[in-house]
């Protein structure tokens, strides 16, 4: 799909890889961005930048882990031709099994329960406007690669699987929906790993792996946007090796 002229939602855009896909989308001509987050200050700073573009912007402060207040919001909101399922959170501490049930519930909900709920909103919205593109930020967690926090690879594992099994979607109604997996980022959320700070874990996967920048994840989610070749429940994952970007392709039936 063609990005300028479009009009697209970034969830998870107060910082990271939603910011920078925020920014970059606005750079490639996008006219109307919808930023989604529950950081009020950051997201302002998102808005500002993509405002410097040119684009149209609004800031949207919701709660993805409030499932009726996610159906709400994408049914006045979600009639868009792009949407970046991307927000996400890690356990932090304690982990399973010493997590309470509350917070295994809220990690669920904001990495699978509402992706699914904006998604089902969204392509209802595509259908009626002839199609769309959809891109779930996944992790490289969900190719069986560091097991470290269960809860959030048995989200992203969930995401993955959600979206290979979106594929027939392109077909039906020309709604292509596709995995970005990045690997090592260094971004915010690293430091909710821990009790106020980085995990020793994480302190361990930081010393033995090159971290990616955000924008070298939102070139990804650009290039699964743009590219109609693909068939539908595609996926990128992208890491650091060596000071340069590694790309992996895959699609609805590999893994
Ligand atoms: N950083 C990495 O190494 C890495 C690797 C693989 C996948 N990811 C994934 O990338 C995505 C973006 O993360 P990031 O690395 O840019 O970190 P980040 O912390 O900068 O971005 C995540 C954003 O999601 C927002 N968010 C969290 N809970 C929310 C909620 N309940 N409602 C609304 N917004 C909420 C946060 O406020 C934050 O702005 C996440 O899905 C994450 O799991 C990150």
Redesign the pocket.
Known sequence: MEIRGRTAIV????????RATAVMLAARGAADIRL????ED?LAETARLVADTGARVTTHI????DIAAVETWFQAHGDVDILHN?????SGLPQFPDVDAARLRWIID??VTSLVAATQVAVQAMRKRGGGVIVN?????ALGTGFYDAM?ATT?AAVMMFTRCCAPLKDECNVRVAGM??????????D?TGAGGKSEWMKTVLANNE?CT?EDIAGGVVALIEDDSLAGGDWLAVRRLDGKIEYQWGHADTI
Do not use: E, M, R
């Open positions: 969830t998870g855009s107060a910082g990271g890889i939603g989604v987050d529950v950081k950051a919701l709660d993805l882990s991307n927000a996400g959170v890690v904001v990495n930020t996944v992790s490289t967690v959030y992203k997996l990045p690997g090592l980022v260094d971004t915010p959320i690293l909710t971290a955000p």
